[in-house]
T-cell receptor, first 116, second 114 residues
Framework: DTGVSQNPRHKITKRGQNVTFRCDPI?????LYWYRQTLGQGPEFLTY????????KSRLLSDRFSAERPKGSFSTLEIQRTEQGDSAMYLC??????????????FGPGTRLLVL | AQSVTQLGSHVSVSEGALVLLRCNYS??????LFWYVQYPNQGLQLLLK??????LVKGINGFEAEFKKSETSFHLTKPSAHMSDAAEYFC????????????FGKGITLSVRP
């Protein structure tokens, strides 16, 4: 079990640029979640997938944000035309579908985005 | 809508002292409740969870939490703090049913003095 991995770990970009983050979940996990964490706050839910289907999106996810999970494996989160307010830690988590174990979300180390 | 309140942003205890981190929740349906810990430069790690099976839940590293419906609370405790417990702790709620998103509190930073 290699855990949830996220790449890159750090990203610095200029306002207006597009960025893309990748998340590789634990291999047998069907569910994948994206959260955003700003300084001094707890993580906030952005969206989640069950296999390749995107089942819920937060109102925090403006039309500049898009997430995909092709083939139900890894996921990407893209932010277009970045703004300084997008600076945050972007966290990915995964969980299985199996009963009570489905409640356990395993988090990756996050991608820290800084928009200059 | 569900929400979590973690009063205060920082708790400091002496090594060997009782750790008590408070969490109150609001939920329109019976909730699942969680405590996560985040060490510097690491991802969140699940400490324990309440799923209605038992009101007193034991987790990893000697932590436990008690679900009190009448007080809408899920406080985290550890009898004796260790230096390695210094980290940020987040309480989270998940509504039962199909929705599986976590709603987190703001977190509490625990410092342990030698």
């Amino acid at each position: 079990d290699t855990g949830v991995s996220q790449n890159p770990r750090h990203k610095i970009t200029k306002r207006g640029q597009n960025v893309t983050f990748r998340c590789d979940p634990i291999s047998e996990h069907n569910r994948l979640y994206w959260y955003r964490q700003t300084l001094g706050q707890g993580p906030e839910f952005l969206t989640y997938f069950q296999n390749e289907a995107q089942l819920e999106k937060s109102r925090l996810l403006s039309d500049r944000f898009s997430a995909e999970r092709p083939k139900g494996s890894f996921s990407t989160l893209e932010i277009q035309r970045t703004e300084q307010g997008d600076s945050a830690m972007y966290l990915c988590a995964s969980s299985s579908l199996a009963g009570v174990q489905s409640l356990d979300q395993y988090f990756g180390p996050g991608t820290r985005l800084l928009v200059l | 809508a569900q929400s979590v309140t973690q009063l205060g942003s920082h708790v400091s205890v002496s090594e060997g002292a009782l750790v008590l981190l408070r969490c109150n929740y609001s939920s329109s349906v019976p909730p699942y409740l969680f405590w996560y810990v985040q060490y510097p430069n690491q991802g969140l790690q699940l400490l324990l969870k309440y799923t209605s099976a038992a009101t007193l839940v034991k987790g990893i590293n000697g932590f436990e939490a008690e679900f009190k419906k009448s007080e809408t609370s899920f406080h985290l405790t550890k009898p004796s703090a260790h230096m390695s417990d210094a980290a940020e702790y987040f309480c989270a709620v998940m509504e039962t049913g199909a929705n599986s998103k976590l709603t987190f509190g703001k977190g509490i930073t625990l410092s342990v003095r030698p």
